[in-house]
């Protein structure tokens, strides 16, 4: 195993990484997958050092004796505090713990799990299976393809883009923002106490679904798709398409939103149009 200190700006490459482990305070953390050799740039560093390991592939990037639960234990009046990149290759599965500390995770197709306190968390282009958990941390991602689990307490979730196989996002204030695609079959199950949920799918979803909420307002833009009002909730349900996936959300107080995205225009030919602009020049 190979071991650094780190108390200042600096840049260390490696052979290869199979692993990516980071703990950290405050600041933040970018890691990014590359075709070119891992690397670690550390920009800014304040209080305590940081300890780099390599070992077997993998990297460690921590304090010394930080665990994630351990962090509450390092919110003093100190700030620990580093901005970081690391580049990994595409198939490295990736662990990132912060406190406070911005976090974005791009171009990575392993696992990647990403736990935050407060820090805002980004996720871009990822594949595999993708888990992020926060107290009030927001996480904002597109491009998303495969699983992704979302549990907070306040955070909010927005997804942009992507085919996911599954989506699980359990909340207690954080609202919950998609517009995806869903795979074949494709589950969506989301889970809050007071806040919103938006789900916006294609214009020919193949889905089971069952919205529901305790005193919030349910709403679709699928006509066929029931209402149903009863004393203790109010329910949205029906069969889209051959219903092989299933959606389903429930809520105690908040809104429920399902949209439908518009139906893609029809290809427009070139052929056609310089067919047609030939013909305007022989009329006139």
Not at 13 to 29: E, M, N, P, Q, Y
Not at 132 to 151: H, I, P
Request: hydrophobic letters at 40%; proline letters at 5%; charged letters at 20%.
């Amino acid at each position: 195993m190979t071991q650094w200190t780190v108390d200042a700006p600096t840049r260390l490459a490696f052979d290869d990484v199979t692993a990516l482990k980071v703990r950290t305070i405050a600041g933040s953390v970018a890691v990014l997958a590359t075709g070119e050799a891992p690397a670690l740039d550390i920009t800014s560093i304040t209080g305590q050092p940081l300890v780099v390991s390599h070992d077997g592939g993998v990297l460690t990037i921590s304090y010394q004796d930080l665990t994630w639960d351990g962090l509450l234990d390092w919110l003093r009046p100190q700030v620990h505090a580093a901005e970081m990149t690391v580049t990994v290759p595409r198939d490295c599965p990736a662990q990132v713990g912060v406190v406070a500390a911005t976090a974005v995770v791009s171009g990575v197709s392993a696992r990647t799990s990403v736990r935050s306190l407060s820090g805002p968390i980004t996720l871009d282009g990822l594949g595999g299976r993708v888990e992020a958990r926060t107290v009030s941390g927001d996480v904002e991602a597109q491009d998303l393809n495969g699983q992704v689990t979302f549990n907070s307490v306040s955070g909010d979730l927005t997804l942009a883009g992507g085919s996911l196989d599954r989506l699980d996002a359990k909340t207690v204030s954080g609202s919950v923002t998609a517009d995806v695609h869903l795979g074949t079959p494709g589950q969506v199950r989301v889970a809050t106490v007071s806040s919103d949920v938006a789900l916006r799918l294609p214009a020919r979803p193949d889905a089971k679904v069952s919205l529901r909420s305790t005193s919030g307002r349910v709403l679709s833009e699928f006509d066929c798709l029931r209402s149903a009002h009863a004393p203790a909730s109010r329910m949205v349900n029906g069969t889209l398409g051959a219903g092989s996936g299933q959606i389903s959300v429930t809520t105690l107080s908040g809104q429920v939103t399902l949209l439908k995205r518009p139906e893609p225009a029809p290809p427009t030919h070139g052929g056609d149009q310089a067919e047609d602009a030939q013909t305007k020049g022989e009329t006139r």
